[in-house]
């Protein structure tokens, strides 16, 4: 999840400097996504902790069929 | 006071920063503990931040300023408190249990930096005069982008 956001810095900086800002709409957009995505992938850690007892997603993989 | 309208100077700015990003990456491979983590993050976003406004600040285009302001706003003040919270709440502090060890995983990002900056290299046409602020800043943006796969496939905890 850090590593997701860290992506995320990467192509900020990219459309910045190559392009000098996208229209404003689009930055709004993109930081609204950036927001909620925090939320809703920190109430999927916190189940993944709840239901495993540990956040190792290796364990995940015992729910394969 | 010249310095502020010198165009020189703000190619060196933007370069200088840019690199000070990919050095708190690299960092935030090689480092352990969690908390630490989120704080590298957010200081990574604040300087990105600092690289939009001095370059709204050099071309004159003032939408960039609310862009680098809500970017400061939002991922160096707002998310690591989400996520300190959040730390808090699972009550896991200590390490993040990386798959491949700390030096081999800094060689590997150094690998990708010079891919990177290999790949970044054939976009740099000066003489087409629109991005001439801080030249190195594609390169850099690909190997963040590089070393945030490589983080993903790394880390074992969900939360990092």
Redesign the interface.
Do not use: P, W
């Given at each position: 999840m850090l590593a997701l956001l860290t992506l995320e810095n990467g192509i900020f900086l990219a459309a910045t400097c190559l392009t000098y800002g996208m229209p404003l709409i689009v930055e709004l957009g993109v930081f609204f996504d950036v927001l909620v995505a925090v939320l809703v992938l920190g109430i999927l850690v916190y189940r993944i902790r709840e239901s495993f007892e540990s956040m190792d997603v290796s364990k995940l993989r015992r729910l394969r069929g | 006071m010249d310095l502020l309208h010198n165009p020189e100077f703000g190619d060196k700015l933007?370069t200088l920063m840019?690199a000070f990003?990919l050095v708190l990456?690299i960092a935030?491979v090689g480092q352990r503990s969690l908390v630490m983590?989120?704080r590298l993050?957010a200081a990574?976003?604040f300087l990105?931040g600092a690289?939009?406004g001095s370059?709204?600040w050099y071309?004159h285009?003032p939408?960039?300023f609310?862009?680098a302001a809500?970017?400061v706003l939002?991922?160096a003040i707002?998310?690591p408190i989400?996520?300190e919270r959040?730390v808090d709440?699972?009550d896991?502090h200590h390490e993040i249990?990386p798959i491949v060890n700390t030096p081999l995983s800094i060689m590997i990002s150094g690998g990708l930096t010079l891919v990177a900056y290999l790949v970044g290299e054939s976009f740099y046409h000066p003489e087409a005069g629109a991005?001439s602020?801080?030249h190195n800043?594609?390169a850099?943006?690909?190997?963040?982008?590089l070393?945030?796969?490589f983080?993903?496939i790394n880390?074992?905890?969900?939360?990092?």
């Open positions: - | 933007v840019a990003v990456q935030m983590n989120i993050f990574q976003s990105l690289i939009a370059i709204a071309n285009a939408h960039i609310i862009a809500m970017t939002l991922k707002l998310v989400l996520l959040l709440r699972i896991i249990a991005a602020l801080g800043t594609l850099v943006a690909i190997s963040v982008f070393i945030g796969f983080m993903m880390r074992r905890k969900a939360l990092t």
